[in-house]
């Protein structure tokens, strides 16, 4: 019975060895072989021992069973690598495919291809997916340079980094770096923006804390004057740098509104206390800037001036006084209008600080007047003269001296005849534009103080309506007497007419009776001659 049940097991493994393919034909006979003499040698042993026949089966059936056993593993195994191997020509087929797409060159290759064992596409398959995993290592490795770039540049300005940016992602194609690029150098305008600025408006402070020669009194400021290289680029950084920046330039600003306060009085009492050049130099070249030490100084200047000022009041007084009747003059002040300041009348003994303070101001509202009316008077002086001049030629003509001038000769009377033209035309063209722009003058200075502009205590303006009337009345005058005379010389001109014909007339009539008695006396001669 165990020679039957051997000889069956060994007919399935040998038909299961059989199966196995032309390559594997000497392994089989090997294992076919080894499992004869196996089973020869343990008959042999077995009759030796004296083994029944069901031992023997017995031993056969269960080592035939491990037999299988070992050829049912080994075939599960090489089912399994088999699996294995197709699940990783599956996966590198979709690595290759989501890789390349990541790469931007949607690369679609084959598994097992026709005539091509599964090691062999496997092997096909590791190569080609090195190649892309090395390419897009590289690849992934240049994004990330430029995205670590960005999120550094990003801390460094402050800004957000953004959901885009933060991460290289799997998009690794050429649009996706060339955006990342686009970022990159917006980032890196910005940082070059801002340090521009940075360095701007640390230059500003520096040069601002050497004006004011001044300490720094803060960490920012000693930053500044260590390069500023430790100030951030940030938004907050930036904006509290300008607005130390604004800080310090205000207080420029105050100190040199200060500082030109003090100069303006200090220049005025040099003027009038008429300190030397030399002296005013010297104190510029001792102390110019905007430091606390420069303020001192001036307002130090100030009250010595002061000082000096009080101990000569009176000059000045009186200096003072002088500029007043000048600017009296300028601005044809009548002696109503000079009345007005009460000051100009307190003598010597009763002057004080308040006196030279409202004579000074007097004067600076004198010269602030006289410098808004300049302009007027240079037109008021233009006119008068233009009227001068046409009055005089006109009141020459009237007189008579005309035939003089027309019948003199030389070069002079051609100069003076110009200048008679001038005279005209300026009085036919100029005079008009002079008036008209006077009377806008005048109504925009009477708007300003309230009340006319006047010249030698008379309303200017009124003036020029005066100086109107009566030129026109003077020509009305004169057109009168002009048609006056022309009557007169027509009249006496007729008379003389009648007369020369009266007298014509009878000369007529002694002529032709003067003609008879020659021709009478003619003819009595001719009778006598004949005689």
């Not at 699940?87 to 084959?110: F, H, K, N, W, Y």
């Not at 130090?300 to 009186?318: D, F, G, Q, S």
């Not at 005849?417 to 008036?435: D, S, Y």
């Not at 009477?446 to 020509?475: C, F, I, V, W």
């Amino acid at each position: 019975m165990s020679a039957i049940v051997a000889n069956t097991t060994t007919t399935n493994v040998v038909e299961t060895i059989s199966n196995a393919t032309s390559n594997t034909k000497v392994e089989h006979t090997k294992i076919a072989n080894a499992i004869a003499n196996a089973e020869v040698e343990l008959h042999q042993l077995w009759d030796v021992v004296g083994l029944g026949d069901q031992d023997r089966g017995r031993i056969l059936s269960e080592l035939y069973e491990n037999i299988n056993g070992v050829i049912s593993t080994v075939l599960e195994e090489e089912q399994e690598l088999c699996e294995q191997y197709k699940t990783r020509i599956a996966e590198a087929v979709a690595e290759i495919a989501d890789l390349s797409t990541q790469l931007g060159e949607q690369q679609i290759v084959e598994g097992q291809m026709e005539n091509e064992t599964l090691t062999q596409s496997v092997n096909r398959l590791d190569m080609d997916l090195s190649a892309i995993r090395t390419k897009h290592k590289e690849r992934f490795t240049q994004l990330e340079t430029i995205v670590n770039t960005i999120k550094s540049l990003s801390i460094t300005l402050g800004s957000e980094i953004g959901e885009t940016f933060e991460q290289v992602g799997t998009d690794l194609t050429n649009t996706r770096e060339t955006a990342l690029n686009d970022h990159l150098v917006e980032l890196q305008n910005e940082v070059s923006n801002r340090l521009s600025a940075r360095a701007k408006l640390v230059k500003e402070m520096k040069d601002l804390m050497f004006e004011l020669v001044m300490e720094c009194d803060s960490e920012i400021d000693q930053a500044v004057m260590d390069g500023g290289d430790g100030i951030g680029l940030t938004i907050a950084d930036l904006n509290a740098l300008s607005n130390r920046s604004a800080e310090l330039q205000q207080l420029k600003v105050e100190r040199e509104t200060k500082i030109t306060e003090l100069a303006g009085e200090i220049n005025g009492l040099w003027e009038k206390l008429n300190v030397p050049d030399t002296q005013r130099a010297e104190f510029f070249s001792q102390h110019h800037g905007v430091g606390l030490k420069e303020i001192a100084a001036c307002e130090a200047e100030l009250k010595r001036l002061k000082t000096i000022k009080m101990e000569r009041l009176k000059p000045l007084v009186n200096e003072a006084r002088e500029k007043i009747k000048v600017l009296w003059e300028e601005l044809h002040f009548s002696e109503a209008q000079q009345m007005t300041f009460h000051d100009m009348a307190i003598s010597e003994e009763k002057m004080t600080e308040e006196t030279l303070d409202n004579h000074e101001a007097y004067i600076e509202n004198l010269e602030e007047r006289a410098e808004r009316m300049r302009p007027i008077m240079k037109n008021i002086n233009k006119r008068e003269k233009i009227i001068a001049d046409r009055d005089e030629l006109e009141d020459r003509e009237r007189r008579g001296s005309g035939a003089d001038r027309l019948n003199s000769r030389g070069r002079d009377a051609f100069k003076r005849l110009q200048e008679e033209e001038k005279i005209r035309a300026r009085a036919k063209k100029l005079l008009p534009k002079v008036n008209k722009e006077l009377v806008a003058s005048l109504k925009q200075w009477e708007e300003r103080y309230g009340s006319p502009l006047t010249y030698d205590g008379e309303n200017y303006h009124s003036r020029m309506l005066r100086q109107r009337k009566e030129y026109a009345d003077r020509k009305e005058e004169e057109k009168l007497r002009k048609e006056k005379e022309r009557a007169e010389k027509k009249k006496a001109s007729q008379a003389k007419k009648s007369e020369n014909k009266f007298t014509t007339s009878h000369n007529k009539s002694r002529h032709g009776a003067s003609s008879k008695r020659r021709a009478s006396n003619a003819v009595l001669s001719q009778k006598n001659g004949k005689h």
